[in-house]
């Protein structure tokens, strides 16, 4: 019989082999951390070496997932961040219970259990939403506030447009280095989710942006090849990305201004400029194209447009 501690370090090999990034698995670890802190007030008088995967059952998991909805408050034991009293999104507890399926899939797939618990446990239904993107009007202040020459103001407005422009994640563009990159021309080579390569490219405004920024502005790199760095040289990381550009949506009066959001809005420019679905998954880096096709959903400002352009009554003549 196979522990939950053992199970959980089987799990994580697993991923490492399938190439997740550190920051998946990482996320896996925590989210299934509290899963077996949630066991261990089920099952008195054991821990996670002494409690084995195959004890774990539907009922477990049932009301693992009924105590995520019930909860209270948010950011309980977080290391940065005081609790709230806020409940869980729907979001958050969606992912968690994904959590949970992946690591019972693995653990069913291996033999390493008989029957998996979550067989006829459903996802968590979570309210239909579309993805928050910039206006034209914000885009244009988020920039302004990157007027100049100043070299954080070249890198920054930089940042700004390769991010509109390819609409690569967050973790790409921080490890983007710089002989990956071909600013005359406008293509970047990325290594994605779970190592996978592709190439995106830019356009002329932005091809311009990188140019100024790599030839005039880019300082002297401190044992670093990546393309875009600190004011010392270092280069940015996730959290710094962030902190960046809340600093300059808070100068142009726009939030939120994560690097998603920045995602979001380049595949709907995309989409809306004329491109196609199947283009923008290989843009994205999507495995599947159903993931894409989020972004072809029509909003409610796009179908008001078109509907005064073909309404069927207004072009009869009435």
Known sequence: MLSFSKALQGFKFSNQIRNLSPRTITWYDFELAAFEKFLLTRFPGKNAASLNLQEISRADVEAFISSLQERETQYTNHTYRAPIAKKLSAFT??????????LFTWATREKFITGNPMDEIAM??????????FSEDEIR????????HKPLDVRNRAVILFLLDTGIRASELCTLTLDRVDEQFGRAHITGKGMKDRYVVCGARTRQALWEYVNVCRPAPKDTNALFLTAYGRPLNANKLQHILRAIGKRAGVVPTGPHRFRHTSARLYLRNGG?????????????LSTTSVYSRMETEDLEKTHARVSPVDRLGL
Do not use: I, N, W, Y
């Open 141 to 148: 202040r988020l920039l302004k506030t990157c007027e100049g």
């Open 124 to 133: 968590p239904k979570v309210p239909k939403s579309f993805k928050p993107r």
């Open 276 to 288: 196609d679905v199947a283009s923008l998954q290989l843009m994205l880096g999507h495995s599947d």
């Open 93 to 102: 507890v969606k992912t968690r219970v994904r959590a949970l399926h992946r």
